[in-house]
C-alpha cells in the first residue's frame, strides 16, 4: 500500500525559510509520475504549490517561485520543498501528493509566527 | 495559467436530494478535470478523473459530466456524509489549478 508522510517543523518564524520534506513508502519514486505540494490555509481553499519528477523536472506555482524550491531525493525515496522568507499568509496545511492519482499525505499544519 | 470557477459557493441540501455542482475553466481541457471531496480535518478524496470516470471505491450516486470547459459533479441522492466541500482540479496543464470550492451543507 502506498503511503506519503509529510515531516517538518509546525513552526516557523517570519522572514525564515520552510524546509518539508514526505516521504514515499509502498511505491518508489523512480517508478513514475510527479510528485507535489499543495496547501491550505486555515478555513480557506486548496492551493497548489508545485512537483517534481524523479528526473528532476520541476513545475511551480507562478505565484510562489520566487521562493520555492522543490527536489527529490531517490535514494531516500523522498521529496522536499523549500519555500523562503515566510510570512503570516503562508500559514496552511501543507500536503505532500502523487500527481494525478488522488493519492495525498495526511497534511501537517505550518503556522508562522514570531 | 488555468481559472477554475466553481458554483455555486455555498448548497444548502436536504438528504436524499440530487445535487448538481458545476465547474468551468477558462480554457478547454481535454477532459483532464478531476472532483475532490473534503471533509473537516481530512486530506481531499478523489472522485472522479477524467472528467468522466469515478476513482476507486467511489459509490455510483457520484457522477462526472461535461466537456471542453464545463463540468458537472452530480450527487444522484445525497447521503448525510456526503455533507463536505468539493473542489474542482484541472491537470490539462500547468500549474495545476483548484476551484475555490462548492460546500454543500445540511439545510
Known amino acids: 500500500q502506498v503511503h506519503l508522510q509529510e515531516s517538518g517543523p509546525g513552526l516557523v518564524k517570519p522572514s525564515e525559510t520552510l524546509s518539508l520534506t514526505c516521504t514515499v513508502s509502498g511505491f518508489s519514486i523512480n517508478s513514475g509520475y510527479y510528485w507535489g505540494w499543495i496547501r491550505q490555509p486555515p478555513g480557506k481553499g486548496l492551493e497548489w504549490i508545485g512537483c517534481i519528477h524523479h528526473s528532476g523536472s520541476t513545475y511551480y506555482n507562478p505565484s510562489l517561485q520566487s521562493r520555492l524550491t522543490i527536489s527529490v531525493d531517490t535514494s531516500n525515496n523522498q521529496f522536499s520543498l523549500k519555500l523562503t522568507s515566510m510570512t503570516a499568509a503562508d500559514t496552511a496545511i501543507y500536503y505532500c501528493a502523487r500527481d494525478l492519482t488522488g493519492l495525498w499525505g495526511q497534511g501537517m499544519l505550518v503556522t508562522v509566527s514570531s | 495559467e488555468i481559472v477554475m470557477t466553481q458554483s455555486p459557493a455555498t448548497l444548502s441540501v436536504s438528504p436524499g436530494e440530487r445535487v448538481t455542482l458545476s465547474c468551468r475553466a477558462s480554457q478547454s481541457l481535454n477532459n483532464n478535470l478531476a472532483w475532490y471531496q473534503q471533509k473537516p480535518g481530512q486530506a481531499p478524496r478523489l472522485l472522479i478523473h477524467?472528467?468522466?470516470t469515478r476513482a476507486t471505491g467511489i459509490p455510483a450516486r457520484f457522477s462526472g459530466s461535461g466537456s471542453g470547459s464545463d463540468f458537472t459533479l452530480t450527487i444522484s441522492s445525497l447521503q448525510s456524509e456526503d455533507f463536505a466541500v468539493y473542489y474542482c482540479?484541472?491537470?490539462?496543464?500547468?500549474?495545476?489549478?483548484f476551484g475555490r470550492g462548492t460546500k454543500v451543507e445540511i439545510k
Open positions: 477524467g472528467a468522466l
Open positions: 482540479q484541472q491537470y490539462n496543464g500547468w500549474p495545476r489549478t
